[in-house]
């Protein structure tokens, strides 16, 4: 059973930086693809980054140079470093492999 938990969330000023973590069992995560999801209030689901099996990444161009997506191989954990936060950025945070997603994680940005 692939079971993922997202952790790191909370409430940040715009400019604060957050790590999220997704810890992850039933699957490897260095042969599969890791993906940030988030949705916003009222908004569809987004995909924010991923991390493919080769170490290649995918950024949407929203948080591009302010966002980065890493994983431990040893500890089976995927990363989100969010730095320069932006209000635009709250949501809630999924990590999501193989259609299946965690309970998220909730990131507020706000003065």
């Known amino acids: 059973e692939v079971q993922l938990v997202e952790s790191g969330g909370g409430l940040v000023q715009p400019g604060g930086s957050l790590r999220l973590s997704c810890a992850v069992s039933g699957v490897t995560i260095s042969s599969s693809v890791m993906s940030w999801a988030r949705q916003a209030p009222g908004k569809g689901l987004e995909w924010v980054s991923k991390?493919?099996?080769?170490?290649?990444?995918y950024y949407i161009d929203s948080v591009k140079g302010r966002f980065a997506i890493s994983r431990d191989n040893a500890k089976n954990t995927v990363y989100l470093q969010m730095n320069s936060l932006k209000p635009g950025d709250t949501a809630t945070y999924y990590c999501?492999?193989?259609?299946?997603r965690g309970q998220g994680t909730q990131v507020t940005v706000s003065s």
């Open positions: 999501v492999t193989r259609g299946i």
């Open positions: 991390i493919y099996s080769d170490g290649n990444t």
